[in-house]
């Protein structure tokens, strides 16, 4: 199994970023899966969160300015990041229960991708 992670990058304060998360090789389905950030000297921040049946749950500091997705049949989730602020910068990872056809239920991590927003 892959996760590939994508789509960061430098964005104007104000402006957006779509990030998606993807899983290949042995995969069955997708179940859960959460969007995590770690800004430079600060802890991981759960940012969002999406479960197998659709539901979403959100950090206050995003609320009302990121949502989370998935597509199913794709194996992929996505983060919409709306009016960003230079306080989101941090690099953002996936984090995603995968059914892989020959381990099971098992989590992976996504590689990491770096967001910036900056003037």
């Known amino acids: 199994v892959q996760l590939q992670a994508s789509g960061g990058g430098l964005a104007q304060p104000g402006g957006s970023l779509r990030l998606s998360c993807a899983a290949s090789?042995?995969?069955?389905?997708?179940?859960?899966v959460d969007w995590y950030r770690r800004a430079p000297g600060k802890q991981r921040e759960l940012v969002a969160a999406?479960?197998?049946?659709?539901?979403?749950n959100y950090a206050d500091s995003v609320k009302g300015r990121f949502t989370i997705s998935r597509d199913n049949a794709k194996n992929a989730a996505y983060l919409q990041m709306n009016s960003l602020k230079p306080e989101d910068t941090a690099a953002y990872y996936c984090?995603?229960?995968?059914?892989?056809?020959?381990?099971?239920?098992?989590?992976?991590w996504g590689q990491g991708t770096l967001v910036t927003v900056s003037s």
């Open positions: 999406i479960t197998s049946g659709g539901s979403t």
């Open positions: 984090n995603v229960r995968i059914y892989d056809t020959s381990t099971g239920w098992e989590m992976y």
């Open positions: 090789g042995s995969v069955s389905s997708i179940g859960a």
